[in-house]
């Protein structure tokens, strides 16, 4: 496959040097390099086979004679070899599964042998049983395949070492009426479940989610001592019951996410509580996850009241789950160059649940658009805990940001456990080397509501004038909780 498709551009990467982690850096070196996917199990005389919802029973796998099912290639099939599936003549839909040896590929093509990249054209794929579509192994490449009517996932990840998974110019649509729920209801369509040792260089590109009332798109679930660095670019999600990225970490595991140039609208049909992105944190896991020009819209106003645009959980009490309760999680979480739009509920919420956690966000070079809080109350919000003196640390930097047109507070800082909290917020100017240059207008309750810690936000605009500071009650205070000097009289950008 072309090179091009594997490569961040140079904006992402100085992007990402400017504003990560060196750790992470290390993760996108390893995402970009220039090995193909699957070179390390690739044969000399790796074969090729082919696949066709067109072929009559009893075909040799051959081009001009191809399987009539995946079954077929599956059993004859070895470690690197490549299974073509040709597009249907008839639009006919290709129905089965396979389980893939390391370093084959599953790619969808057309008469002429091409890769179908282009989402209307991808070959049409479905299991009318209720297992899965595809299992991965090691250095897996999957592309040109149109994913269908999914009873159970349509990728999946588990009990193996799926490193090098590359999926790419896919489109996974719709559900089945009967499919393997999670707990809201909802099947996803690609699923990693990393239980022991380290998965890395796990990538899915340019691909499309639609359609489904009880669909879910991309889950990740790490738990024990794994790790898992995963790369995201260039997908695009709507009209979706469950979540476009759901990453999941629970015991002592570890995950890097990276989401670049994504695009979501209409998260959370069916009434639920599916917000588009979510580090889900458990036991003493930790996560750093980063993303960058993301678009988020919620046209329809899909979802129920907990339905966030971007969330940040980490789990805890009043959950009944104490097992999994929160610990010792870390998270650093990065928003950057991103536009969250009509969010249903809060824009972005960050909330902590659990003890002794440290908790780092940045969002940065972002616009908060509309929403209609009714967890935290901001479009920003950060609920920093659960339980009184929970031992959680939490920094949050802000800046070159926009939050106009909620129906509640611009920011929105709540200690629902009470007690002492250990947490900064830098909007401007304070130790957190924030520059300011937010801009806070049109938020129907106030620009910001605070608690307990004194924040810094100078050199911001708020519309001309001094902001009105409210304190937990909902109040007005003259208290100086909110360090905001010098005040803007002109905007600042």
């Known amino acids: 496959m072309d090179q091009a498709y594997r490569l961040l551009s140079v904006a992402d990467y100085s992007a990402i040097v400017k504003f990560y982690s060196l750790a992470l850096i290390a993760v996108l070196s390893l995402a970009i390099s220039s090995h193909s996917s699957g070179q390390q199990n690739a044969r000399s005389d790796a074969n090729e086979f082919y696949v066709s919802a067109d072929a009559q029973p009893g075909g040799d796998g051959s081009q001009p004679s191809p399987f009539l099912r995946l079954a077929e290639a599956e059993s004859v099939t070895a470690a690197g070899d490549t299974i073509f599936l040709l597009a249907s003549s008839q639009d006919k839909i290709l129905d089965g599964g396979i389980e893939l040896k390391p370093g084959q590929k599953l790619l969808g093509v057309g008469a002429n042998g091409q890769l179908q990249d282009r989402s209307g054209e991808r070959v049409k794929l479905t299991n009318s049983g209720d297992s899965v579509i595809v299992q991965l192994s090691l250095n897996n490449e999957i592309a040109g395949i149109h994913f269908m009517n999914m009873s159970n996932y349509a990728i999946s990840g588990a009990d193996t070492d799926y490193s090098g998974a590359y999926i790419h110019h896919a489109s996974f649509s719709g559900n089945a009426v009967q499919h393997i729920e999670d707990e809201r209801g909802v099947v996803y369509a690609v699923s990693f479940n ?48 469950g979540r476009a990225y759901f990453v999941r970490t629970r015991n002592s595991s570890f995950v890097e996410t990276v989401i670049l140039d994504s695009t979501a609208n209409n998260i959370g049909r069916g009434n639920r509580n599916s917000d588009s992105i979510i580090p889900y944190l458990m036991g003493q896991s930790e996560q750093i996850m980063l993303v960058k020009n993301y678009h988020f819209n919620n046209t329809k106003q899909e979802g129920n009241q907990s339905n966030t645009g971007i969330e940040a959980f980490m789990f805890g009490y009043p959950r009944t789950d104490e097992a999994n309760f929160c610990t010792a999680c870390k998270l650093t979480f990065k928003i950057i160059d991103s536009v969250i739009e009509n969010a249903y509920s809060d824009s972005i919420q960050f909330s902590n649940s659990g003890v002794n956690s440290d908790l780092n966000y940045e969002i ?46 611009g920011f929105a800082m709540n200690n629902r456990g009470g007690g002492d909290i250990s947490a900064t917020a830098d909007f401007g100017g304070g130790a957190l080397g924030s520059i300011g240059h937010n801009r806070f207008s049109d938020n129907a309750r106030g620009e910001i509501r605070v608690t307990g810690k004194q924040i810094s936000a100078s050199n911001n605009w708020w519309g001309g004038n001094n902001p009105t500071i409210y304190n937990a009650d909902n109040v007005v205070t003259t208290d100086s909780k909110v360090v905001y000097t010098p005040v803007l009289t002109e905007n600042p950008r």
């Open 194 to 241: 990393g239980v022991e040792g380290a998965l890395d260089n796990i990538r899915i590109e340019d691909s499309s989610f639609f359609d489904g009332e009880d669909l879910g798109a991309i889950r990740v679930f790490h738990s024990g001592a794994s790790s898992g660095r995963y790369l995201f670019q260039r997908n695009t999600f709507t009209d979706l019951g």
């Open 364 to 409: 940065r070079n972002t616009k908060i658009i509309g929403g209609n809080p009714q967890q935290g109350g901001g479009g920003i919000s950060l609920n920093l805990q659960s339980v009184a003196d929970s031992g959680s640390r939490t920094t949050l930097l802000v800046e070159n940001t926009d939050i106009i047109g909620t129906s509640g507070y």
